[in-house]
């Protein structure tokens, strides 16, 4: 990583002044909270996690949420993020949060440049789990999650299994760690 990582309080300064609400900043922060719990949980499992980057991309996950609350956050979030110099590991944990991933052919439909926005590094799957298991503020089960997902996009929606499937590499790599 060639440019520094914000602070925690440099990271809230920054969901601020891009005009990101205090509803926002709360979930990025209880997103923040759960991820760290699970990366620091991988951790302690022997699993080669950086916790400080988990830590500053999931408070930083929306920002995106300053100018639009649709499935665009993510793509306006990484631009913000690029606008403000911010190190690339962070741009790809905001560029690649939503559900469990978009695919490069979903990314077309959606009129975003034609490239696969599925979490590869764990710290990008750990910000996107964290992300499914917080709704506003408070943490709710996987199942929870699944199940509204089902009822917005249907129950043959391949998000579904994407979201399954980040659970359950994230809770073997935690041993059990599912709802931490």
Do not use: F
């Not at 996987?142 to 994230?170: F, S």
């Amino acid at each position: 990583m060639s440019k520094s990582l914000p602070s925690p309080e440099e990271a809230i300064n920054i969901l601020r002044e891009s005009g990101c609400s205090t509803d926002v900043i709360r979930h990025c922060k209880a997103v923040a909270k759960l991820a760290v719990q699970i990366a620091n949980k991988c951790a302690q499992n022997g699993v080669n996690v950086n916790v400080q980057l988990t830590h500053i991309g999931a408070l930083l996950h929306d920002i995106g949420r300053s100018k639009t609350h649709d499935v665009h956050h993510a793509v306006v979030g990484s631009e913000i993020a690029k606008s403000l110099n911010l190190p690339t590991p962070i741009i790809s944990i905001i560029e690649r949060h939503i559900g469990g991933g978009i695919t490069a052919e979903e990314a077309s439909e959606l009129g975003w440049p034609s490239k696969s926005y599925t979490p590869k590094t764990l710290e990008e799957k750990i910000v996107a789990y964290a992300d499914k298991l917080i709704e506003g503020s408070r943490v709710v089960s996987i199942e929870e999650t699944i199940r509204k997902l089902r009822e917005e996009l249907g129950t043959d929606h391949p998000a579904l299994k994407r979201i399954m499937n980040l659970h359950k590499e994230v809770s073997t790599l935690c041993r059990g760690g599912g709802n931490l």
